[in-house]
């Protein structure tokens, strides 16, 4: 894998870049929607691609409980389970066992815990999460890590480091003694924690930093912190991480996030929001969040966003969308998420067109302005 800054901005530290897998090129700032169980939502792969789709998620935790490894192995991999043939980065599962699983027990060795579908045992350590990953077979592979809740003492915080940083090593070893099971290319990328402490952030940045080949995420935001903590975090790792790699922040944001992030040198994204937010009848647009449930909206015979060229904006009126979500029918939900996927994917393709033309410090300043006096972006 290979990443190329193509172009940085002068007054921030927003750039362009390309990132290359074995299963094509990306242009960074991306943003990864996200296919937890094999599948974007409701999303076919040509949709996604038109769209603009580069690259997308898929998900550890889910995938190794439903359908198993197994299957996928024989299938050869996630890509041809799931018919994508653009890149994939596969999360370690690490977050969802924190998260959704009931948790019963972690030690330095991994944690067990049960399943959230049937209450059946199971344990994840680096290496266990590693073999998953290596037979899902994702372009990109995350390490196994602790990411604790936003509001952890300094204490947890400082625990879930340790571990993250032992974890690494297991999950780069288990790497190397036991080759990729496909025809490509996987890489992996370290994640750092550290909470809101900048002593750990720090320290947690220094001890992963040397499992980067290209690429290293950031973990641990965006967990129920304050948005300032999360900023000020993302500010001194631009500092701290390296220039030449590319930087992931994992599980973010509003589209006013991805902006600020944007302008703090964050490259990639990844976050169920277009989607989930999508399905409950919650739209992102140029002017603000359309709740296209609410009833002002059965006779809008208007077009949702007409900065949009999504197969729902050309198409189809406001209206129609009311009744589909409100009807429950299942194009409803199909057209809210693509249109909220285009829209995050058409704000990463604007913000690169800025940055290339010098602009995107006066653009991210006027969207931000814009957008702060509207809830919800
Ligand atoms: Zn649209």
Known sequence: MKFTVNSEDINCSARIGMLETSHGEILTPIFMPVGSAGAVKSLAPDELITAGAT???????????????????????????MAWE??????????????????????????????????????FSPAVSMEIQR???GDIIMAFDQCPPGDSDIQIAEEALKRTSSWISECAQYLQDNPTLYDHEQTLFPIVQGSIYEELRRRSAEEVIPYASCGVAIGGLAVGEEKGAMFDM????DGVL????????????????????????IDMFDCVMPTRNARNGQLFTSHGIVNIKNKKYKTDFTQLDDSC??????????AYLCHLIRVNEILGLRLASLHN???????????????????FSSWAE????????LKGM
């Open 55 to 81: 690259i997308i998620l898929g998900n550890t935790y889910h995938l190794y409980l439903r359908p198993g490894t197994e299957i996928i192995n024989t299938a050869s991999g996630l890509h041809k389970f």
């Open 86 to 123: 653009r890149s994939i980065l596969t999360d370690s599962g690490g977050f969802q066992v924190f998260s959704l699983a009931k948790m019963n027990k972690i030690s330095d060795d991994g944690v067990e815990f049960q399943s959230h579908l049937d209450g059946s045992r199971h344990f």
């Open 135 to 137: 037979n899902l077979g």
């Open 234 to 237: 993302i500010e001194l790792l």
């Open 242 to 265: 390296p220039k030449d790699q590319p930087r992931y922040l994992m599980g973010v944001g509003r589209p006013t996030d991805l902006v600020r992030a944007v302008r703090l040198g």
């Open 309 to 318: 060229n999504c197969y729902l904006c050309k198409n189809f009126t406001r």
């Open 341 to 359: 996927i285009s829209y995050y994917l058409n704000l990463m393709a604007v913000m690169r067109v800025e940055i290339s033309s010098g602009a």
């Open 366 to 373: 006027n969207y931000l302005n814009e957008m702060s006096h």
